[in-house]
């Protein structure tokens, strides 16, 4: 089983800054890594597909790199309504996992 | 527009049983994996298991092995999640996901709205 692990638990930052979110894998998840936004009392929201794509009505300010075992999300300039919990999940090797999120907050 | 309607809060007692539901629409559904994600109360996300209505192949996490059932209906477009015997643990919100195509699968571009199920005596 692929392990993801996330860092850091928590991301204090400002509206406007710049945030970066690590996900470290504990074996290769090839390309196949994916980034999703929870607010709370709702839904994953999927953003990155396959460590750099964008999914579909994500904007321009989150990217997402990476390969292998390591990947970083970014989001360029923090607008209010992206402070929330991140989760990166593997689609590589099953089972498939999820790391254990990163809570981006003001 | 594609869509994933899950079925409505439950309240069970241990040692009950349950299935909830998670109903398709606008897209085949057929052709896209169908998975469910576990959330514990101010927990993160736990894969469960993932059906390929297509040809019902099932994979299962490890961790919900035996623990939970996943089927499909593909006559009315539904995902199913099952236990036989319900434990206080297994209070959580669930959701289920379109997981991809065939070749995708795991990819989970679309969220049902959740089941909150309770498990209390």
């Known amino acids: 089983e692929i392990v993801l692990t996330q860092s850091p638990a928590t991301l204090s930052l400002s509206p406007g800054e710049r945030a970066t979110l690590s996900c470290r894998a504990s074996?290769?998840?090839?390309?196949?890594l994916a980034w999703y936004q929870q607010k709370p009392g709702q839904a994953p929201r999927l953003l990155i597909y396959d460590a750099s794509n964008r999914a579909t009505g994500i904007p321009a300010r989150f990217s997402g790199s990476g390969s292998g075992t390591d990947f970083t999300l970014t989001i360029s300039s923090l607008e209010p309504e992206d402070f929330s919990v991140y989760y990166c999940?593997?689609?590589?090797?099953?089972?498939?996992?999820f790391g254990g999120g990163t809570k981006v907050e003001i | 527009e594609v869509q994933l309607v899950q079925s409505g809060a439950e309240v069970k007692k241990p040692g009950e049983s349950l299935k909830i539901s998670c109903k398709g629409s606008?897209?085949?559904?057929?052709?896209?994996?169908i998975g469910w994600v576990r959330q514990m109360p101010g927990k993160g996300l736990e894969w469960m298991g993932i059906?390929?209505?297509?040809?019902?192949?099932?994979r299962y996490s490890p961790s919900f092995q035996g623990q939970v059932t996943i089927s499909a209906d593909k006559s009315i477009s539904t995902a199913f999640l099952q236990w036989s015997s319900l434990k206080a643990s297994d209070t959580a919100i669930y959701y289920c996901?379109?997981?991809?195509?065939?070749?995708?699968?795991?990819?989970?571009?679309?969220w049902g709205q959740g089941t909150l199920v309770t498990v209390s005596s």
């Open positions: 074996q290769s998840a090839s390309s196949y």
């Open positions: 606008g897209y085949s559904f057929t052709s896209y994996w």
């Open positions: 059906i390929y209505p297509g040809n019902s192949d099932t």
């Open positions: 996901a379109r997981g991809g195509t065939i070749a995708e699968g795991g990819k989970f571009d679309c």
């Open positions: 999940q593997q689609r590589n090797i099953w089972p498939l996992t």
